[in-house]
């Protein structure tokens, strides 16, 4: 079966730090899907990205920055310069065939 | 461009009862997914629709179901409901089905409480 580990219940840090969410998998599937959410206070979630597996390839999209490694099924986020608007709860999914897994969520604050 | 709807906001409801949701995806967009979450289970992918047809299904019983209709709006279907199924239902909606997606984009969510 599917799995998808956030080890991170809960992390605060101070406004303009860089955080890393972490994320590991577990899928036998050789074709899956990656994916990063944020759920701000308001409760709607939000896209961030969608990896697919043949896609080694790091992103960034401003401050944001992930790192795929299928060699640790891990797909880590990075925060660099942190915001308080960064604040939310963040959960990272796995997709394949007819199975969608999401992690419990890591909870960030980001103090002024 | 008007984002993804989920009528209705807030739905209550009691056991035994069935609930019928609706979602409007962006427009254009011809694939919408459905999302349950709950602080127990937290969250859980129900169904992907694209063209009117269920193309994924989560692992939930046969009591939830859905369609989706020829302009894309979708609606998912609870029968006999029960205390469990008290959660945020989120709709999302993309261009295309996972594989070719971008990015997909997601209603305010409609929140289900079952007495």
């Known amino acids: 079966a599917q799995k998808v580990t956030q080890a991170q219940t809960e992390i605060s840090v101070v406004e303009k730090e860089d955080v890393t969410l972490d994320c590991v998998y577990e899928?036998?599937?050789?074709?899956?899907?990656l994916f990063w959410y944020k759920q701000p206070p308001s409760g709607e979630l939000v896209f961030l990205i969608r990896?697919?597996?043949?896609?080694?390839q790091n992103e960034i999209s401003g401050r944001y920055s992930w790192n795929f490694q299928k060699s640790t099924s891990s797909f880590n986020f990075t925060i660099t310069a942190s915001q308080v608007v960064d604040s939310a709860v963040y959960f990272c999914?796995?997709?394949?065939?007819?199975?969608?897994?999401f992690g419990a969520g890591t909870r960030l604050t980001v103090k002024p | 461009k008007a984002g993804v709807t989920q009528t209705p906001r807030y739905l209550i409801k009691t056991r035994g009862q069935q609930v019928t949701l609706s979602c409007s995806p962006i427009?254009?967009?011809?694939?919408v997914s459905w999302y349950q979450q709950t602080p127990g289970q937290g969250l859980q992918f129900l169904f992907e629709?694209?063209?009117?047809?269920?193309?994924n299904k989560g692992n939930f019983p046969g009591r939830f179901s859905g369609r989706q209709f020829s302009n894309s709006r979708s609606e998912m279907n609870v029968s006999t409901l029960e205390l469990g199924d008290s959660a945020l239902y989120l709709c999302?909606?993309?261009?295309?089905?996972?594989?070719?997606?971008?990015?997909?984009?997601f209603g305010p969510g409609t929140r289900l409480t079952v007495l």
């Open positions: 629709y694209f063209s009117e047809t269920q193309r």
């Open positions: 999914a796995l997709r394949s065939d007819n199975d969608m897994r």
């Open positions: 999302a909606s993309s261009l295309d089905v996972v594989a070719a997606f971008n990015e997909q984009f």
């Open positions: 990896r697919n597996s043949f896609d080694e």
């Open positions: 899928t036998r599937d050789t074709t899956y899907y």
């Open positions: 427009s254009g967009h011809r694939s």
